[in-house]
């Protein structure tokens, strides 16, 4: 069993819509959580970092941490066809590794 | 303030060759990260650097890889005598402190002919 699961997609939805993404992990060791959003050929870019259970907010984008489920999630609203990328999770455990154990990513696309 | 950088972006090898990355951290950035990425899967973590210093490569092969953050210039990684198993993006990371938000650079692609 892989330590973080994400659904490789792809998925596409129209223009305006809300989008749910979603990883799954193993190791309740697991305390800090991040989406990265990456462009084709470009490197990945951190959108949201989160350390507790609870939801985190900013502008179009909700990051949802539920730890007793081991389970995340990413909601965009109102979807851009700028939106349109591959978005990975990212964990890791808590301080003394540093490492980030990253989901196989979702690949996105936002149809105008 | 520019970004972690890495260079070359485009590297092509024939099977046997070296390879050398190098990643320029952020300014005031002195841990880096080296990332894999294979074709249709995600990153997997290689090795943590300090000036320096290895803190971590639990996930570096244990043979022709290497990686070093000397105290002046750039981090490398190198990979010797490569095989075509080696063709990834390879993916550099900065933060300023430990346990702290990694910054991600462009990425090198290898090529292994």
């Known amino acids: 069993q892989k330590e973080v699961e994400q659904d490789p997609g792809p998925l596409s939805v129209p223009e305006g819509a809300i989008v749910s993404l979603n990883c799954t992990y193993s190791?309740?060791?697991?305390?800090?959580f991040m989406w990265y959003r990456q462009y084709s050929r470009k490197g990945p870019e951190l959108l949201m970092y989160?350390?507790?259970?609870g939801n985190k907010e900013d502008g179009r984008f909700t990051a949802q941490v539920d730890k007793s489920s081991k389970y995340i999630s990413l909601f965009i609203r109102d979807s851009q066809p700028s939106d349109s990328a591959t978005y990975l999770c990212?964990?890791?455990?808590?301080?003394?590794?540093?490492?980030?154990?990253f989901g196989t990513g979702t690949r996105l696309t936002i149809i105008p | 303030n520019a970004g972690v950088m890495q260079n070359p972006r485009h590297l092509v090898r024939r099977r046997g060759q070296e390879a050398r990355l190098r990643c320029s951290p952020m300014?005031?950035?002195?841990?880096v990260y080296w990332y894999r990425q294979l074709p249709e899967e995600g990153l997997k973590f290689m090795v943590y650097?300090?000036?320096?210093?290895?803190?971590?490569e639990s996930g570096m092969p244990k043979e022709r890889f290497s990686a070093e953050f000397p105290k002046e210039g750039p981090s490398i990684l190198r990979i010797q005598q490569v095989v075509r198993g080696d063709s990834a993006a390879y993916f550099c990371a900065s933060s300023p402190i430990a346990a702290d938000t990694q910054y991600f650079g462009p990425g090198t692609r290898l090529t292994v002919l």
């Open positions: 650097l300090q000036k320096e210093n290895i803190i971590d």
């Open positions: 190791n309740s060791a697991f305390q800090y």
């Open positions: 989160t350390y507790s259970s």
């Open positions: 990212a964990i890791r455990s808590n301080s003394g590794n540093e490492k980030l154990t």
């Open positions: 300014k005031g950035h002195s841990h």
